[in-house]
């Protein structure tokens, strides 16, 4: 089956820098990758996603990236801010019969 | 709409105690998912339903079960609570498998002693 690797487990960066978090897969199949935002105590909730036909797509300072070759894919967050903290996890989907499979999350702290 | 709801919030169990988790959706979903989330293990899927009448295990199915008697209502139940049953009960649901975003409920913290 699936399986998620995601990297960094923890990432701190100061206020207005980027982070890079990176996710690989192993199912050639998958072909949604979604990504979601979970605040400390609440749901997780979708922030961006991306679909195998396309290499990239950005939404404001958020954009994530798709090597399908490579198997990976990764989320982009410009100019960093106090409320983009949180737990960030990636996930892959698609394959036949396969449900979500996320990652473990990657603890993002962004220090003003 | 309300989305997605889940009761109760919190609960504290004793080993082997029984209980049932509900999860409500007003989105008239097809796919309705129990995920149980520990720290560092992200998301792991228990049982989903791809419609009414219909469950299926996931990745991590061992010591629950589920019903689906309603299209809008989705059972967790635990017969017999054990302390590697703590963790924190997402619900999520979605208009089509796997190529769709999953909307998530607020979550169920369980604590089994």
């Known amino acids: 089956g699936e399986n998620v690797e995601q990297h960094p487990s923890t990432l701190s960066v100061q206020e207005g820098d980027s982070a890079v978090i990176k996710c690989t897969y192993s199912?050639?199949?998958?072909?949604?990758f979604p990504w979601y935002k979970q605040e400390l105590g609440k749901r997780p909730q979708l922030i961006i996603d991306?679909?195998?036909?396309?290499g990239e797509k950005k939404d404001q300072r958020i954009a994530v990236t798709l090597n399908k070759t490579a198997k990976h894919f990764s989320l982009h967050i410009t100019e960093t801010q106090p409320e983009d903290s949180a737990v960030y996890f990636c996930?892959?989907?698609?394959?036949?019969?396969?449900?979500?499979?996320f990652g473990p999350g990657t603890r993002l702290s962004v220090l003003p | 709409n309300a989305g997605v709801t889940q009761t109760p919030k919190f609960r504290v169990l004793k080993t082997g105690q029984s209980m049932t988790l509900l999860c409500a959706q007003d989105?008239?979903?097809?796919?309705m998912y129990w995920y149980r989330q520990d720290p560092g293990m992200g998301l792991r899927l228990i049982h989903y339903?791809?419609?009414?009448?219909?469950?299926a295990k996931g990745e991590v199915p061992d010591g629950y079960n589920v019903s689906r008697l309603k299209k809008q209502n989705f059972l967790l139940g635990l017969e017999s609570a054990a302390p590697s049953q703590t963790s924190v009960y997402f619900c999520?649901?979605?208009?089509?498998?796997?190529?769709?975003?999953?909307?998530f409920g607020p979550g169920t913290r369980l604590t089994v002693t």
């Open positions: 199912d050639s199949a998958s072909n949604y």
């Open positions: 339903s791809v419609g009414e009448g219909t469950t």
């Open positions: 991306i679909r195998s036909n396309v």
């Open positions: 989105m008239n979903h097809e796919y």
């Open positions: 999520a649901s979605s208009p089509q498998p796997r190529l769709n975003e999953q909307y």
């Open positions: 996930a892959a989907s698609g394959g036949y019969g396969q449900n979500f499979v």
